[in-house]
């Protein structure tokens, strides 16, 4: 076990230990045995302390007749996420919304404005004929207009479908096609990185879509601002518990990106639950996570925000133009006190030898990867002034919410996770026994009431992709361990597992040990054919290119694990293969490298090293 590098001072003074002594509960131990092994009591107590109002009360807490994959929550409950995020403090002229753009044009909107403004689109678009049921894409970096889109849409009881604002036309085309999007909002352009970003040229050709813009250009585009203009303010309407409210696309490794399905009652609660005890949010708050609307971070971060009455600030543009001073000045004047951001971040600034504080940050959140230690400690120790905890989470899109979490009210070791409250999470091996100090898979053992109702379309791909592997048993795909006092650690995703001789190995294992090695900027672990081991360990990294740097990495990598865990192959790479959202995608480095199928690449934030990869791979293997 690895020594604590934070100790909350004061624990009694988190959002998670008001809730436990509110209950008589003692600990934070008990709190989270107390969640899991009794739902009829957590799940209300949830709801009262979070302040979530239903219009009609529910009757039935689940229901999970049909079997567990298709396990309902809140029966017979109506809930809008809308009128809990917004309509309910109308009356009120705090900032919902603080935002900058990256030409530093600066504001807020007030919870009164939101609620006048989302009021009158959603009149709108009602009167265009957009029904309960409809999905209604949104095409926008983040902005005051995307969060107004999001509520309008959810507020009328039609389904809000955001898209990365970073993507281009055929992947813009694949998802509204899938949706049966008939209505997008989005905008002619924007500023990224000091340069204009043509939207238009995405949403050329798009075949029986509705725009809704910023700027239209054109007769047959809707004026954003008209419409709010003329609409009349409505009030959000009555929508189940169980009725679609958002949709979101994650991308398989082949196939058509999957749309996941997340209803009103579900994803408000457990959405609400997270931000308020892992983020320990509360009304004073600003909230900034760096992230996009078409990632579940983007959704999560306002809903979350905004449900609990504290801001949201969203920026456009990119945190490091013109530099990364800009991050630091976003953050002291919009008054940040919450910052959500990922280990690639931290390990870019890290690499610039970065050390300055966020000073009005009193905690971090982050996600999107597994970290290294020496990255982890980094921010902990320089951004952080060693002070400052951090709330490591992961989940994922199909879940739009967390299953492991680590909280201020609790000592936290480097790159550790907490089990996430409520969420029955485990660790199974291969043959579904629970085990402990060991990686294995991350499971959750109950139906949680965020998971996705399904597949959009698509039922039997559903109960593949996380039920099929142990019955009951919803497999959320990362590689992970337990420890037997709640933390855990992730070791990458379980489909990029490398098995060596026999033994199974965490990508991240090996990645945590390079990340060490001086001149390291980032890597990526895949494994490889080998005639003698059936596999064996290859390194793609990014820093240094030199003899010394490899022999230091092959070194460091058997003094870690073994020598028959010393790599096949310590490859240096200009860059390494990511998303748009700053993920390392290791199965695409691999397939590269291997001449295989990369599979769906439209998350992808530049192609253009995959032939490169290909390029060495044919010189390694010949």
Known sequence: MQEYAYVPPDP??????????????????????KADSDPQWF???????????????????????KGI???TWFEDGKINITKNCVEKFRTVDSPAIKFEREDGTSGTVSFRELDRLTGKMAGSLLKLGIKKGDRVGIYM????????????????????????????????????????????????????????????????????????????????????????????????????????????????TTGKPKGTIHVHGG??????????????????????????LGWMMGPWSIIGANALGGSIFVYDGAVDFPDSNRLWKLISDHSVTLLGLSPTLVRTLRSRGIRKPFS??????????????ESWMWLFEHFGQGKTPIANISGGTDIIGCFLASTAAIPLMPRCLYRGLGMNVSVLNEKGQEVYDQVGFLVAKEHCPSMTRGIWQNDEKYIETYWSKFPENWVQGDWALMTRDGYFFLYGRSDDVLKIAGKRLGPNEVENLVMTVEGVTEVAVAGVPDEIKGE????????????????????????????????????????????????????VVKAAFLNQNTGDLSNMEDTGIIDYIKEVGMLYRS
């Open 12 to 33: 009694g003074s988190t959002n998670i230990m008001r809730l436990a002594r509110k209950h008589g509960i003692r600990s934070v131990e008990d709190l989270y045995r």
């Open 43 to 65: 799940w209300p107590a949830v709801i009262e302390d979070c302040g979530l109002s239903f219009d009609v009360p529910y009757s039935k807490l689940f229901d999970g007749r």
């Open 69 to 71: 994959p298709w396990t």
């Open 141 to 252: 970096p983040p902005n005051p207009e995307s969060i107004i889109s999001l509520y309008s849409i959810m507020r009328i009881g039609a389904v809000a479908v955001p898209i990365f604002s970073g993507y281009g036309h055929d992947a813009v085309n694949t998802r509204l096609e899938d949706a049966e999007i008939r209505f997008l909002f989005s905008l002619s352009q924007y500023s990224r990185k000091g340069k204009q970003v043509n939207v238009r040229k995405s949403l050329e050709a798009l075949k029986g879509v509705h725009l809704i813009l910023i700027q239209p250009e054109k007769e047959d585009e809707l004026d954003f601002y008209k419409l709010i203009e003329e609409g009349e303010y409505t009030p959000s309407v009555e929508t189940s518990s169980e009725d679609p409210a958002v949709m979101l696309y994650t991308s398989g």
């Open 267 to 292: 994803s408000l609660v457990n959405i609400a639950k997270e931000v308020r005890y892992y983020m320990d949010m509360t009304s004073e708050d600003t909230l900034f996570w760096i992230s996009d």
């Open 360 to 373: 009005s940050v009193r905690l971090f959140g982050s996600t999107g990867e597994p970290w290294d230690e």
């Open 536 to 587: 064996a360990v290859s390194v793609f990294y990014t820093g240094k290119n030199t003899d010394m740097t490899r022999d230091q990495i092959r070194e460091i990598v058997a003094n870690g694990l073994g020598k028959s865990f010393v790599p096949k192959h310590v490859i240096w790479l200009p860059q390494l293969p990511k998303t748009r959202n700053g993920k390392i995608m290791r199965r």
